[in-house]
């Protein structure tokens, strides 16, 4: 299993949906959780972060931790045309001095 | 923009010449990580500074790069004899390193797109 996986996409939901988007992990004491999101030609950019059990909401944006199952969500509520990007799930393990270990990501295509 | 700036933004070589970019970190940032990223992939990590220390190198960090950060401001990545499987995105990211790490938050740069014909 690779470290950090993103298997399910690419995903196109209707305008004002709600988009999921999920990642599974290896268990290496994983500390913190980040989803970036990135458009075409452009760097990753941050949405949020997780790192305790459960789900944390930031607008439109929910992330869910589930670390006995080894997964993270991103939910993305009343999806816009401009949310259509790819989204990066990134680990930061435990004495890992911060680096990132980065999924392939999830290419989401809203239609308008 | 996240206040990281990276130049040039795009850079075209032939293969076997050298290259270098330049990152400049938001400026209370102590850490500098630079990751490189090819296409339908996520970043991958290459080395970071903590200050004007390297303190870790990837795998992937052949002989053939290297990196500094004088003085623990701005950051450079050389690389030599450039061959064309170095062509990807370059990302440099900066954090302020608090307490035990948990939800530091990394900032990316715009990407340096290196290019070797």
């Known amino acids: 299993q690779k470290e950090v996986e993103q298997n399910s996409g690419p995903l196109s939901v209707p305008e004002g949906a709600i988009a999921s988007l999920n990642c599974t992990y290896s268990?290496?004491?994983?500390?913190?959780f980040f989803w970036y999101r990135q458009y075409s030609g452009k760097s990753p950019e941050l949405i949020m972060f997780?790192?305790?059990?459960g789900d944390k909401e930031d607008g439109r944006f929910t992330a869910q931790l589930n670390k006995a199952s080894q997964y993270v969500s991103l939910l993305i509520r009343d999806s816009q045309p401009s949310d259509s990007a790819t989204y990066l799930c990134?680990?930061?393990?435990?004495?890992?001095?911060?680096?990132?270990?980065f999924g392939k990501g999830i290419t989401l295509s809203v239609r308008p | 923009d996240t206040g990281v700036s990276q130049n040039p933004r795009h850079k075209i070589t032939k293969r076997g010449q050298n290259v270098t970019f330049r990152c400049d970190p938001i400026?209370?940032?102590?850490?500098l990580y630079w990751y490189r990223q090819t296409l339908g992939q996520g970043p991958e990590f290459l080395t970071y500074?903590?200050?004007?220390?390297?303190?870790?190198k990837s795998r992937l960090l052949s002989d053939r790069f290297s990196a500094e950060r004088p003085k623990g401001s701005f950051s450079t990545l050389e690389i030599q004899r450039t061959e064309q499987g170095d062509s990807a995105m370059y990302l440099c990211?900066?954090?302020?390193?608090?307490?035990?790490?948990?939800?530091?938050?990394?900032?990316f740069g715009p990407g340096t797109r290196l290019t070797v014909l």
């Open positions: 990134a680990v930061n393990w435990a004495g890992a001095n911060s680096k990132l270990t």
């Open positions: 268990d290496r004491g994983s500390q913190s």
């Open positions: 997780i790192y305790s059990n």
């Open positions: 400026s209370e940032h102590n850490r």
């Open positions: 500074f903590q200050n004007e220390a390297q303190l870790e």
């Open positions: 990211a900066s954090l302020r390193s608090v307490g035990t790490g948990v939800g530091n938050e990394q900032f």
